[in-house]
């Protein structure tokens, strides 16, 4: 059995995205800049592709800016309004601890300019109140970026109403929405989002590719020099068969998002069931106001590595929050916000579901943690301390 839950990392392209992008590598191959027909056609497919996608989200064409996908988008987002707002003298931030690294490093290298950044503390559960933004607000405070949900532990923000308090203090407001996008009802109107970040590959669509939504008349600092493309606020050749497998993934899920949510959310809650029967576990972040698909788990003496192995042995992709994977023994900054302690947060493993997951592969994957948990404290001497009573549990 091979069972993927780590769709918070990449999803698998769909069928229609893949299909959506055959055309432009093969007959439609102009460069939408050229003027004869092979370059109109693409320009025209180009043209397209926008407008179904400012429909998905409620804005306009002109408002829809192609980049590489998430990371650049959110760098280029916060870029973009700390030099407006340093034009006016504005230069603090507003945010929280638990962003992607694609926002809290851009915000690190904003803060050695001289920028002053306001991480706003997350509570336990992973959600942060609209009155803690009101709060920091400053009469200097040129942006609020506060993902829209978050990618380890699912938790979903009230954007509308952080939104709100942003347009009424006249300060712009970004949003990350990858996570959000074919999962969540998105409208940056009714939403009052003035800026957000989207990743084709986080909803079946092409890896590389994605989308910064700027409202009309905020005027974006293109990160990339060179041609006038997406109307200089971003140079080079326009990916085209990335971008029309990326419209075609973004229509496809907004349209079967309701049902795929509900099916999604009782998985969900099946496996979060499941796994809360093992002694000496929490599950992270808020239980019911998360994304459709994510579980996170911390399970107290357990290795978040030695159990991703295990269970990949038994054929399930998962993910851990601990990222050892990239060379540094730091737990996720994540848990860390939360108010997890070290030993506990390394213990972590997120399960993410997709539209294809089944019931049969969620009681495997019940099964299979709750084995490899097992397995994996007997052979653990912080374990067996635990047990001995030499030292305390933390997890109940
Ligand atoms: C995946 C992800 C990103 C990065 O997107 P890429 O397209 O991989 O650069 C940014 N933010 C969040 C919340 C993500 O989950």
Same mark, same amino acid.
């Given at each position: 059995?091979?069972?993927?839950?780590?769709?918070?990392?990449?999803?698998?392209?769909?069928?229609?995205? %893949?299909?959506?992008?055959?055309?432009?590598?093969?007959?439609?191959?102009?460069?939408?800049?050229?003027?004869?027909?092979?370059?109109?056609?693409?320009?025209?497919? /180009?043209?397209?592709?926008?407008?179904?996608?400012?429909?998905?989200?409620?804005?306009?064409?002109?408002?829809?800016?192609?980049?590489?996908?998430?990371? =650049?988008?959110?760098?280029?987002?916060?870029?973009?309004?700390?030099?407006?707002?340093?034009?006016?003298?504005?230069?603090?931030?507003?945010?929280?601890?638990?962003?992607?690294?694609?926002?809290?490093?851009?915000?690190?290298?904003?803060?050695?300019?001289?920028?002053?950044?306001?991480?706003?503390?997350?509570?336990?559960?992973?959600?942060?109140?609209?009155?803690?933004?009101?709060?920091?607000?400053?009469?200097?405070?040129?942006?609020?970026?506060?993902?829209?949900?978050?990618?380890?532990?699912?938790?979903?923000?009230?954007?509308?109403?952080?939104?709100?308090?942003?347009?009424?203090?006249?300060?712009?407001?970004?949003?990350?929405?990858?996570?959000?996008?074919?999962?969540?009802?998105?409208?940056?109107?009714?939403?009052?989002?003035?800026?957000?970040?989207?990743?084709?590959?986080?909803?079946?669509?092409?890896?590389?590719?994605?989308?910064?939504?700027?409202?009309?008349?905020?005027?974006?600092?293109?990160?990339?020099?060179?041609?006038?493309?997406?109307?200089?606020?971003?140079?080079?050749?326009?990916? %085209?068969?990335?971008?029309?497998?990326?419209?075609?993934?973004?229509? =496809?899920?907004?349209?079967?998002?309701?049902?795929?949510?509900?099916?999604?959310?009782?998985?969900?809650?099946?496996?979060?069931?499941?796994?809360?029967? %093992?002694?000496?576990?929490?599950?992270?972040?808020?239980?019911?106001?998360?994304?459709?698909?994510?579980?996170?788990?911390?399970?107290?003496?357990?290795?978040?590595?030695?159990? /991703?192995? /295990? /269970?990949?042995?038994?054929?399930?992709?998962?993910?851990?929050?601990?990222?050892?994977?990239?060379?540094?023994?730091?737990?996720?900054?994540?848990?860390?916000?939360?108010?997890?302690?070290?030993?506990?947060?390394?213990?972590?493993?997120?399960?993410?579901?997709?539209?294809?997951?089944?019931?049969?592969?969620?009681?495997?994957?019940?099964?299979?943690?709750?084995?490899?948990?097992?397995?994996?404290?007997?052979?653990?001497?912080?374990?067996?301390?635990?047990?001995?009573?030499?030292?305390?549990?933390?997890?109940?």
């Amino acid at each position: 059995m091979k069972i993927y839950l780590d769709n918070a990392a990449t999803t698998k392209m769909s069928k229609t995205a %893949i299909d959506a992008m055959y055309p432009y590598m093969d007959t439609v191959y102009g460069n939408p800049s050229s003027l004869h027909s092979a370059g109109q056609a693409a320009a025209e497919a /180009l043209a397209e592709a926008r407008r179904q996608i400012s429909a998905c989200i409620g804005a306009s064409p002109e408002e829809i800016t192609f980049t590489s996908g998430g990371s =650049e988008s959110d760098n280029q987002a916060i870029l973009s309004a700390a030099r407006i707002g340093e034009r006016k003298g504005k230069r603090h931030i507003i945010s929280t601890a638990f962003e992607h690294h694609a926002v809290l490093h851009t915000l690190n290298r904003l803060e050695k300019e001289g920028f002053e950044i306001t991480l706003l503390d997350v509570h336990e559960n992973g959600i942060i109140a609209p009155e803690q933004v009101k709060t920091a607000l400053r009469d200097d405070t040129c942006l609020v970026t506060v993902m829209f949900a978050n990618n380890e532990i699912g938790t979903i923000q009230p954007i509308a109403e952080i939104g709100k308090i942003c347009r009424a203090g006249n300060v712009l407001f970004h949003t990350d929405g990858v996570q959000a996008a074919g999962h969540l009802h998105i409208n940056v109107n009714e939403q009052n989002i003035d800026m957000l970040s989207l990743s084709a590959h986080k909803f079946h669509g092409p890896k590389g590719i994605g989308i910064l939504y700027a409202r009309k008349g905020i005027p974006l600092t293109t990160l990339i020099e060179g041609g006038a493309q997406e109307q200089g606020r971003r140079a080079g050749t326009e990916n %085209i068969p990335a971008i029309m497998g990326m419209a075609a993934a973004l229509c =496809e899920s907004c349209s079967r998002m309701e049902d795929a949510a509900k099916r999604m959310c009782l998985l969900r809650d099946k496996l979060i069931d499941g796994l809360s029967h %093992i002694p000496h576990s929490i599950l992270n972040g808020d239980a019911t106001n998360r994304l459709p698909g994510n579980v996170n788990f911390c399970f107290e003496g357990i290795e978040g590595e030695s159990l /991703l192995l /295990l /269970l990949d042995d038994r054929g399930i992709c998962a993910s851990s929050g601990s990222a050892c994977t990239s060379g540094s023994l730091e737990p996720s900054h994540v848990l860390l916000a939360l108010g997890r302690i070290h030993d506990i947060a390394h213990g972590s493993l997120r399960l993410t579901l997709s539209e294809d997951t089944t019931e049969e592969q969620i009681l495997y994957t019940v099964k299979s943690v709750t084995e490899a948990v097992e397995y994996l404290r007997g052979i653990s001497p912080v374990w067996r301390d635990l047990v001995s009573g030499k030292k305390e549990f933390i997890l109940r």
